[in-house]
Each structure stands twice: as C-alpha cells, then as structure tokens.
C-alpha cells in the first residue's frame, strides 16, 4: 500500500477517534449544559475533527492517484524492456505477456515516444515492433518494410505513406 494513502487512513481514523472521545466526554459531563455541550462539540468538530478527516481523504485520493501512476510508469517500463531486449516482438506476444489489450498497448507505444525514451518503429499490418537506435531512424529515407518515402507525421513519429509503417524517433 502506498504511504500517502496509508497516512491518509491514519488521519480519518485518528479525527475520527478524537470526534467519539470529544463527543462522549461532552455528553457525560454533568458541570455543562446543552448549548455548551453542542458549542464544545461544534468547536471540537471545526478545529479537530474536519482538518484531520479533510486531510485524510486528501492524502488518501492523491495517494490512489500516485498508485496509478507507477503502475503506469511499471507497465511502460516493462514493455519498452521487453522491446529493447528482444529487438523486434510481435503486438500479439507483448499483449499476451502483460496481459493488456492491444489498444492499451498502443497507447503506452505513443506515451514511450512522447517522453523521448523509445526509439523504433511498427508495422501495423504485420503487427511487428521493433527497437531501432534512434541515430539510424533519422538517417532512413526509405521504410525498411517497402521501399516507401517517409513522412514526419508527429512529434517524434514519422510513417510510411505506402505501407503505413511509424518510425517513433527518440
């Protein structure tokens, strides 16, 4: 379980604690009367209670948020290992191994080229992967694939206007 949400949990239970303590040594003083009872409440409530339950769920949403994101940065992680070891992979056998969909993995393709760290290029008809260094994708004229001309068509992608082939530029 990650930390921020662990704290998170700590802090409701602990406002929590200290709203049933408050509440119940109010209600079973016999020197305070009604309205200062519902006041001592009201206050133990606003300057106790809210701030630690407020920070709690606080620490606990950002938390589940931070969960997310190195699961993300994992599953990225695997697969441009996966690709860098073995040089050329098929979609099919990265979908079947990380137990993703092919859209998904596509998704985290384009997300690697976003952030500069993978360089290759992907035949989609063939649904083939494949790591290139980036200094020899720049210097390609032609697609390897078909002989093609090769067209910049993003930041850091460039496709095959006749077998649609990305080349995804580090």
């Known amino acids: 379980m990650n930390l921020n949400r662990l704290a998170g949990i700590f802090l409701i239970v602990i406002g929590v604690i200290i709203g049933v303590v408050a509440a119940s040594w109010l209600f079973t003083n016999e020197d305070l009367t009604g309205p200062a009872r519902i006041l001592g409440l009201g206050i133990a409530l606003l300057v106790l209670v809210a701030p630690l339950v407020g920070a709690g769920l606080y620490l606990t949403v950002f938390g589940g948020r ?7 940065a994992s599953e990225q992680r695997k697969l441009l290992n996966i690709v860098q070891a073995r040089g050329q992979v098929p979609i099919e056998d990265v979908a079947i191994e990380m137990q993703l969909p092919r859209e998904q993995i596509k998704a985290m393709l384009y ?17 083939v992967l494949y ?23 993003g930041k850091g992608i460039a496709r095959c206007r006749f077998c649609g082939t990305e080349f995804f530029l580090s």
Do not use: H
Request: proline share 2%.
């Open 66 to 72: 931070q969960a997310r994101s190195e699961q993300q």
């Open 111 to 127: 997300g690697l080229v976003g952030l500069g760290v993978f360089s290759g290029y992907i035949n989609w008809d063939k649904g």
């Open 131 to 153: 790591s290139s260094d980036a200094s020899q994708l720049r210097e390609l004229k032609q697609c390897p694939n078909c002989g093609g001309e090769i067209t910049l068509s």
